[in-house]
């Protein structure tokens, strides 16, 4: 049987699509998968799976950070360097018939060593503009999928394929979401999450304004690890983590969330009114990029972080905003898992 393997991580952005097109091979019985990845997050998302997992240490840009920053990026030639053998044993322990890379620093040094060994790699890139690690690897690559229209033309060999889009967050029912998280018959839902591992402007803005907000709405709050605090809002739930998001989305009348590429798909895909966050300081403005170009098409509203205070009225304008209803039923975006799927048949077909 041909062998499939994947990379990509560092954040949950670089690995959730990843796991959608390995539900989908091994849901067919159509080839093996295995992935690469570091100790982080791909580690503990990808374990679930029961697949083959190989563990390689990785360099990271490290953006802004002072003197301690600069000292960190010096390293990364040497480290790049070390992660490429470690890649070079992964793939040559696997021998994979292909390489599907999702991005991230985890998956640069796996998409070098494979180039080495003449192993054809896919990538997809899920944002407006081209991450570093895609970027360094595009040319070591058959085909880079991207999501937006837009970004395939800034690659030489770039492939608009749409974003990928795991099953289970467009099966989910509301009456389902509405029994599994007790909410209250009658209650309009705001969801409000910040990514994997919280956001806190995000969520002392919710909690500034809980009173007005829970007068409003049922209020399911997806605030991160250790960050649920006391309270007596009888119409506010806190989550560290909701594993089936397709639940959480299907409950939701609103979402107030960041926005990473994946998350403004899922939620287009399923006609979400959103209030986008994009997140500062941290990224290249890639966030920012997403929210603004489908606000353009008057898709979403985006609030920056500095503007927090104004949450309760966004959320209320977006809920009563009948035009943004009307675009988002319009609006047809592709899943690119079948096109991606496609594509990797008849690479390893041959």
């Known amino acids: 049987m041909k062998k499939i393997l994947f990379t990509g991580g560092g954040s949950a952005g670089h690995v959730l699509p990843n796991l959608a097109l390995i539900e989908d091979l091994l ?13 982080g997050i791909e580690k503990q998302l990808v374990s679930e799976w029961k697949i083959p997992y190989f563990q390689i240490e990785c360099p ?17 030639p040497i480290t790049l360097r070390r992660a490429e053998k470690q890649a070079l044993k992964g793939l040559q322990t696997f021998q994979p018939d292909l390489v599907f890379s999702k991005g991230g620093y985890v998956a640069l ?48 060999n770039g492939y608009y394929s749409g974003s990928i ?25 705001l969801l409000v999450f910040g990514g994997g591992s919280g956001s806190a402007c995000i969520n002392d803005a919710i909690r500034k304004h809980l009173k007005i907000l829970t007068d409003r709405y049922f209020v399911m709050h997806v605030c ?83 503007r927090l205070d104004e949450l309760p009225k966004i959320i209320e304008n977006t809920l009563l905003d009948d035009g943004l209803r009307l675009r988002l039923i319009d609006v047809n975006l592709p899943r690119g898992n079948e096109l991606i799927l496609r594509e990797i048949r008849k690479v390893i077909a041959k």
């Open 27 to 39: 849901s067919t019985g159509e080839a093996d998968v295995c992935y690469i990845g570091t100790n």
């Open 224 to 306: 991160g690890k250790n960050n649920i605090v006391q309270s007596n809002f009888e119409n506010y739930r806190q989550y560290e983590f909701i594993s089936d998001m397709g639940l959480a989305y299907a409950a939701a009348d609103v979402v107030v969330s960041r926005a990473g590429s994946g998350t403004v798909f899922e939620l287009l895909a399923l006609k979400k009114p959103a209030i986008f966050v994009p997140l500062e300081g941290q990224t290249r403005g890639d966030q920012a990029q997403n929210a603004a170009y489908f606000e353009q098409k008057g898709l979403c509203k985006v609030l920056p972080q500095s």
């Open 165 to 189: 889009i795991r099953r289970e967050i467009l099966s989910a029912s509301k009456a389902d979401a509405r029994k599994k998280f007790d909410i209250p018959f009658g209650e309009k839902v």
């Open 60 to 76: 990271k840009l490290v953006r802004g950070g002072g003197w301690k920053g600069l000292k960190q990026n010096l390293k990364i």
């Open 109 to 156: 040094p796996v998409v070098r060593a494979a180039k080495k060994l003449h192993i054809p790699c896919f990538a997809h890139e899920s944002d407006l503009s081209v991450g570093l690690a895609n970027r360094l690897s595009a040319n070591n690559c058959l085909r880079v999928f991207t999501s937006f229209p837009e970004t395939a033309k800034k690659l030489r």
